[in-house]
């Protein structure tokens, strides 16, 4: 069978060609009762609209690009964060029917490859995501002038929408929670400092032992969990007498409390842990961990509204999400 053309649905609703394309194309200059007729010929006839020939119409593929500046590897690890925030960006755009464009940016010739691929006019927009220190992308999409969002604050100098979570006020929380309980040797490890928020959890940190008589004591990981068990090695080595430890993100606190049980350290008694992110493997680790919860399926939906808000010409201002303390058994 043939495929339905918009000139049998205009014929089947009683309008023109031109009044059909209008309806299927999502434009309001149609009065509402042939835009029922339209619609009920399309239900009845089974039409679809050639995609190709309404993008040339409407300057719009529906499609939006979520770049993320991270090898596969890493993106598709056991790192719930890459996972989730793809999972609510894609429901929140599916609701306004738009698709998402999955894409890899973690080399200079992959951010070539983005850059090409969007200016092409592939896309409608594009949200990044886990950017590291001065990410070329911000800046050379910018220069296309194709809508752009940032989830997490860009650490180059760049005017571009974007939302975060309070690192720094997350951090502090945490750490004075710790400070509060009397800890007094608290170390921590830190995210990895070409990223934002590795610096902005470090720097929150720092900032509750400034105001107290606690000295820093500080190793980097990478966001993962080997990376977490070798940091609380070294912490042990440099301070044996160290009675907490906080943690930047919640996979690496995993890999902390693995190095603490092998050291023979029992945790909370002698040291402390507080991570940050509150993963869902959070609540059965051994002991359940304390944390920040890091809201990020909120934050990416949050980053579709700015995008939204771009299409329609508003000006969108950073959103920053509040995080929350979250005591189990591990602190």
Known sequence: MRR????????????SRATASRVVNGQTTVA?????????????????????????????????ALVVSEPGTRVFSEDPMFSTAIRSA??????VNKQVVLMMASSAKSHARVEHYISGGHVDGVMLISMHGADPLPSALSRLRVPVVSYGRPAVPVEIPYVD????????????????????????????????????????????LRDSDHRSIVAVGDFTRESGAVAMRQL???????DAVFVANDLMAVGALQSLRQAGRRVPDDVAVVGFDDIEAAKYTEPPLTTLRHPVAEQAAAMVGLLLDLFEGRASEPVILPTELV???SA
């Open 327 to 329: 005591v189990r058994e």
């Open 165 to 208: 979570n309070d690192n720094i006020g997350g951090a502090e929380a945490g750490v004075r929670h710790l400070v509060e309980t009397g800890r007094r040797r608290i170390a921590t490890i830190a995210g990895p400092q070409d990223m934002i928020g590795g610096q902005d959890r470090l720097t929150g940190y720092r900032n509750v």
């Open 90 to 95: 894609s429901m929140e755009l599916e609701a």
């Open 32 to 64: 509402p009762h042939i835009r029922d007729a339209v619609l009920r010929a399309i239900d009845e006839l089974g039409y679809v609209p050639n995609s190709a020939a309404r993008s040339l119409v409407t300057q719009r593929t529906d499609s939006i």
């Open 236 to 242: 042990l080595r440099d301070d044996p007498e160290l």
């Open 4 to 15: 339905p053309t918009l000139e049998a649905v205009a014929a089947r609703a009683g309008v």
